[in-house]
Nanobody
């Protein structure tokens, strides 16, 4: 059971990369999905999530209006479209399931994908 994130890299400010998260070993559409970011020297924080039930979405204020989370259950894959990137968006991005109340994640994580925003 694992997550595999991809799509990161060195991006100029204002760039628009799309991150992908493919799950294996379980069915992604049984869960909500979240994207998380770990900035240099900081802990991991949630930036976006999408509901299992109705695909409703929520975003951290720092990315609201710039990032869009989506899912393709047929491909067992979730996405994070990133627009108008800023240097402060730099970090390693991870995905994980989101479930329960209060929300929690699986205790295993993928390798993440590094996004570096720099000119």
């Amino acid at each position: 059971v694992q997550f595999v994130e991809s799509g990161g890299g060195l991006v100029q400010p204002g760039g628009r990369p799309r991150l992908s998260c493919t799950a294996s070993g379980f069915t992604l559409d049984d869960y909500g999905i979240g994207w998380f970011r770990q900035a240099p020297g900081k802990g991991r924080e949630g930036v976006a999530c999408i509901s299992r039930l109705d695909d409703s979405t929520r975003y951290d204020d720092s990315v609201k209006g710039r990032f869009t989370i989506s899912r393709d259950n047929a491909k067992n894959t979730a996405y994070l479209q990133m627009n108008s990137l800023k240097p402060e968006d730099t970090g390693v991005y991870y995905c994980n399931a989101v479930f329960g109340s209060p929300p929690r994640q699986f205790n295993f994580w993928g390798q993440g994908t590094q996004v570096t925003v720099s000119s």
